[in-house]
């Protein structure tokens, strides 16, 4: 059953891996780099992509629900993304097919982690 935190999770994840990048001849799916950028050795980017890719994968664990889990995923999911963000000038990212995706993410996963911590308030004050 997917219940209402688990619905904006995903959301957050599909909109984190439609992201698109603009290079020099077409715009690439953030998943796509991830994937590349994580088997190129030698790149400085290679420790972000997988720190990108266990943000995700730690969505999919047992601890998936744990907020420190949720808050270090996020950082972990960020980090390719500020890195990037670093490297490139800022206004190479004034395009809607790179800021709807980023800030649907990041406004859904902070929803996901503040419904989290509602949750356990209120599991605890039982």
């Given amino acids: 059953m997917l219940t ?13 891996l439609l992201i698109v990048l603009v290079g020099q001849i077409i715009g690439l799916p953030f998943i796509i780099w991830l994937l590349f950028t994580a088997f190129d050795f030698g790149n400085i980017d290679q420790v972000f992509a997988v720190l990108g890719i266990l943000g995700i994968v730690l969505n999919f664990t047992k601890w998936k629900n744990k907020i420190l889990i949720t808050i270090l995923s996020l950082l972990m ?13 800022i206004e190479q990212f004034n395009y809607l097919a790179f800021q709807i995706p980023f800030l649907l993410f990041i406004f859904c ?18």
């Fill in 77 to 89: 999911m960020l980090s390719p993304l500020a890195s990037r963000m670093i490297q490139v000038p």
């Fill in 4 to 16: 209402k935190t688990n619905f904006i999770r995903n959301i957050s994840i599909v909109s984190y």
């Fill in 109 to 126: 996963y902070l929803i996901f982690i503040i419904l989290n911590v509602i949750k356990r308030k209120r599991v605890v004050s039982l």
